[in-house]
């Protein structure tokens, strides 16, 4: 069963008013805004979880760098105390070994 159309039926549909549409309207333009900066911010997230990523292995880079320098001094010098400042290098007494 059809239901037919027709002018009569036309004007007696009803709708909501204009001030209740832009609440609809609204709340959809909000969503996709917030959505838009959802999205703004998880790009950001990932970009700079890379970053940190990049920043780790450069840390680590450096620490071997560190140790490997650090072994090469033990081997030419012994176990030795370096002034970072000044470079000058004193014997390590048994005393600090056991600290």
Same mark, same amino acid.
Request: charged share 35%; glycine share 4%; with cysteine.
């Given at each position: ?7 009569? +039926? !036309? +004007?007696?549909?009803?709708? /909501? ?23 703004? +911010?998880?790009?950001? /997230? ?12 450069? /840390?680590?880079?450096? &620490?071997? !760098? ?15 105390? /370096?002034?970072?400042? +000044?470079?000058?290098?004193?014997? !390590?007494?048994? &005393?600090?070994?056991? !600290?």
């Amino acid at each position: 069963m059809t239901k037919t159309v027709t002018k009569e +039926t !036309v +004007t007696k549909e009803k709708s /909501i008013t204009q001030e209740e549409l832009k609440v609809f309207m609204d709340c959809r333009s909000s969503n996709l805004e917030n959505l838009a900066q959802l999205g703004n +911010t998880e790009f950001q /997230i990932l970009t700079l979880e890379e970053q940190k990523w990049e920043i780790k292995s450069k /840390i680590k880079e450096t &620490e071997e !760098v560190y140790t490997n320098h650090l072994s090469t001094i033990k081997e030419k010098y012994g176990e030795v105390n /370096i002034d970072l400042q +000044t470079g000058k290098i004193t014997e !390590v007494n048994e &005393e600090s070994k056991a !600290v």
